[in-house]
């Protein structure tokens, strides 16, 4: 692409770096930033950055925060000793949308991935260890992805935590709702045989 | 969407103004900024605010300029003696990029569009014709968008122009290159019909 103004240039060229924007993509979001008023650039640019210098991360359960702790630790609401271990704060936006779970996080910050050199030092396992030693924590409920990667994390932390008065459970494996029989992958066909439910499970969620 | 932080919830409200990004790709794209270093948010941010305050338009073409006259005006390898009209610097790319024009442009800003409240005052049709009036030109070329409204607007602009001396041309409206003749639109193709050429010219173009 040939431009005609090195400023242009630069700014598409920044805005290509973010994921999924392509040259083309960044040209067009640029010029649409170009006609709109002069306050939409400042607002726009300073939201990002103050985003980036101010936003803190809850001390103790690692999600955003603008203060020390976050929201959800600090709420009077919550229960304190339920811990949901999950990988990313997009987690616990997704798992605060269903208004089902009312106790506490704890961000890992992703999972275990020793060929992308994220080992156990890269994530948030030893804070956690250390809030179920010192806080009276009753439950941990691993809410990590259903994938070889999330299950090798839960296991590696169920490992590390040899306490014998907290019950670890993870979220349910099976067939989705709204989704095709047909089309479910065998493992999880096979594994929703084995953890077949009685039928009053359904009956009741669904009344 | 909740949010835990209200930096962040604003910063997703401000990318999720632009177009074809949605909240949750504005989240993505944001969880990716803070990622980077802080030179990353500070780069993107700058170069976001430097464009908008230090951009300036060529007060001849129109098109994005660091300077009081962009590149191509002030080139001297240019003939100054045609102009190409287009619509948006979007434009002046495309055709900068096939290499085959050597003439000067004229950025119109749009196309008449009555129903978008766009009339001959919003476009820089008033320089075009000053332009025209005052400089030598021999050749006015419209590359408009062959839609109603584009050819709306190189009427109008014709009409306008009312000088003998000067050769109005538009581009040549055919089947695409590439393009399955059976899927073509029947407007198209008729008037590739009526518009046919000397068979020598497609022998000439491809040899």
Chains 1, 2 share one sequence.
Do not use: W
Request: proline residues 2%; charged residues 25%.
């Amino acid at each position: 692409m040939q431009f005609s103004s090195s400023l242009l240039e630069n700014a598409v060229s920044e805005f290509a770096k973010l994921p999924g924007i392509g040259k083309k993509t960044a040209l067009r979001l640029i010029l649409y930033i170009l006609k709109q008023d002069a306050s939409f650039t400042a607002n726009f640019s300073n939201a990002i950055m103050k985003l980036r210098n101010e936003l803190l991360f809850c001390t103790k359960c690692h999600n955003v925060s603008d203060d020390k702790n976050c929201k959800i630790c600090n709420s009077d609401f919550r229960k304190k000793n339920q811990i949901c271990v999950v990988e990313n704060i997009r987690d616990v936006m997704a798992i605060e949308h269903t208004q089902q779970y009312n106790g506490t996080y704890h961000v890992l910050g992703g999972v275990l991935s020793p060929l992308d050199g994220i080992g156990p030092e890269q994530l948030n396992i030893q804070s956690l260890i250390k809030r179920i030693e010192t806080d009276e924590i009753d439950e941990m409920i691993m809410a990590l992805s259903p994938t070889i990667e999330g299950d090798t994390t839960s296991y590696y932390i169920a490992k590390k935590i040899n306490a014998q008065n907290i019950k670890i459970t993870t979220l349910s494996r099976g067939v989705a709702f709204g989704g095709e029989l047909e089309y479910t992958d065998e493992i999880t066909l096979a594994r929703a045989f084995t953890n077949r439910l009685p039928f009053e499970n359904l009956v009741n969620e669904t009344m």
